[in-house]
């Protein structure tokens, strides 16, 4: 029997929400979008992000199970797209460790102003990894220190930026100036026409948007989650939409949007404003220096705070047969450890493997960014698997209100199918530019790699499927065999 756990009260709830969200490492990435991105942060916060916290709020407390995801989708639409669901949600999650152990090093190269070698690249990578296994085996109520400090340090790291931007903005201006309205509207490219190009990084906005369902997981660690989920939602769901806006901005501020970095935009930034604001250079790398390492933290907080609720969602679906029967075993606190082993080695692998490719293959472009490789995969792994939740949602709608305590979205039959078809449209758009960002040949044949590797894991996937729906199969005969 599982040990008595220990519970987390409202406070912890928020901040927990807010770091699983809350990736300072997704901030630079959207800043390339340009002055149009806050265009698109309005229309995503409109059709993805207040529907979906909505609709999670709902389905976890109405369902509560720390299945999350895959006991909603497994109760309205069936095992076979549950487990769909719960593989997609699964592998982007080695896929997402092995990018930020890449991060990581580039952190601490800029840190401390050294260039790594190959083993000691290997080194921190696999010294990352080793260390978000270990809080793996942790239950959220028993590492919410993690979380709590993650949230509390991205809050520094991004209100930080924000606020020196903006000082930096009315005092200097700015690295992209506005030229005119049209700067601010989506789509429309320099002189007219259609800019396709800018719809490709949406998928980013809706990735820093993820992570709500999470929260739903938590219902064992809570005092009373039928009301501290949707608080936490609510609460946390503000703070993320300013702290992500806000460091946005500073970055835009600071440097031209062709010229900003995906893995290091955040610190290049800092060094920047802080450059234009008259701080000597000693100053400027102190700063720098600690924010990176306040920056590498986050990372290790972001796994932290999402491994419990991917691990469960993971475990029930070992349950069914879609992964190996092994990850159903958890330890004294009721975690799935096997998950986590097996998670880390599956990331440390990815990890080694594109630090030595890079290292062999210098010449090779793509292979030279592997932050970026393994987070596009992850991306697409991620936005595929939420698809059927909100299908899920308007299924299970219909049944009514199960917990009389529980978060209910009122309307009618028009606002619910409003609200679960309209994420559903903006993951499908934002999937097909990630793949494809233009209309173009050329740009078609640079992503070949992601485009590729997306249709290996969707295969790979349906044969699990497949798999699983052939042993049940198995099994009923068995058991129909034994009746007669």
């Not at 210098?362 to 299908?391: H, K, Q, R, V």
């Not at 978060?407 to 903006?426: D, N, Q, S």
């Amino acid at each position: 029997m599982p040990a008595k756990k220990p519970k987390f009260r409202l406070f912890s709830a928020v901040l927990a929400t807010v770091c699983i969200i809350l990736v300072a490492d997704a901030v630079a990435p959207t800043a390339a979008i340009g002055n149009s991105q806050y265009a698109w942060w309005i229309i995503m916060i409109l059709g993805f992000f207040i529907p979906y916290a909505l609709i999670s709020a709902e389905l976890g407390t109405q369902y509560p199970s720390e299945g999350g995801m895959y006991t909603w989708v497994k109760k309205a639409l069936g095992k076979k797209w549950a487990g769909r669901v719960a593989w997609f949600y699964w592998v982007n999650f080695p896929l997402w460790i092995a990018s930020l152990a890449d991060l990581a090093t580039t952190l601490i190269m800029t840190a401390f102003g050294i260039e790594v070698t190959l083993v000691t690249a290997l080194l921190i990578q696999v010294g990352y990894i080793v260390l978000v296994t270990f809080l793996g085996s942790l239950r959220i109520s028993q590492s919410a220190w993690v979380a709590n400090l993650g949230a509390i340090v991205k809050f520094l790291i991004l209100a930080g930026i924000g606020v020196v931007g903006i000082y930096v903005f009315i005092k200097h201006g700015t690295a992209n100036p506005i030229e005119s309205w049209h700067d601010f509207v989506p789509l429309l490219a320099e002189g007219g026409g259609i800019d396709w190009t800018g719809i490709s990084f949406v998928s980013l906005i809706i990735f820093n948007m993820l992570g709500f369902e999470v929260v739903g997981t938590f219902v064992d660690d809570m005092d009373n989650p039928k009301k501290q989920i949707p608080q936490a939602i609510i609460l946390g769901g503000v703070l993320i939409a300013l702290f992500y806006i806000l460091p946005s901005f500073g970055i835009g501020v600071a440097v031209p949007v062709e010229e900003i970095a995906t893995n290091s935009g955040l610190l290049d930034s800092y060094q920047i404003l802080l450059e234009t604001v008259g701080l000597s250079a000693e100053v400027i790398s102190a700063i720098v220096t600690v924010v990176a390492c306040l920056f590498l933290y986050t990372l290790i907080a972001n796994i932290s705070s999402w491994q419990f609720g991917v691990y469960s969602v993971t475990a029930y679906a070992a349950k069914d047969g879609i992964f190996p029967k092994s990850w159903t075993k958890t330890n004294k606190d009721g975690v799935p450890y096997m998950v986590s082993i097996w998670t880390s080695v599956v990331a440390g692998i990815l990890a080694v493997a594109g630090i030595i490719l890079a290292y062999c293959f210098p010449e090779a472009e793509e292979l030279t960014n592997m932050f970026w490789a393994f987070f596009d995969l992850s991306l697409f792994c991620l936005l595929i698997g939420y698809i059927p939740m909100f299908f899920a949602f308007m299924k299970l709608h219909k049944k009514g209100i199960q917990e009389k305590k529980g978060y209910w979205i009122k309307g009618g039959a028009g606002k619910i199918a409003l609200m679960g078809i309209i994420p559903v449209i903006m993951l499908v758009i934002s999937l097909f530019f990630t793949l494809i960002p233009e209309f173009d040949m050329e740009a078609i044949l640079d992503n070949k790699i992601l485009i590729i590797s997306s249709l290996v894991c969707v295969i790979l996937g349906e044969v699990l499927v497949f798999r699983a729906g052939k042993k049940e199969e198995a099994r009923k005969a068995v058991r129909r065999a034994h009746h007669r």
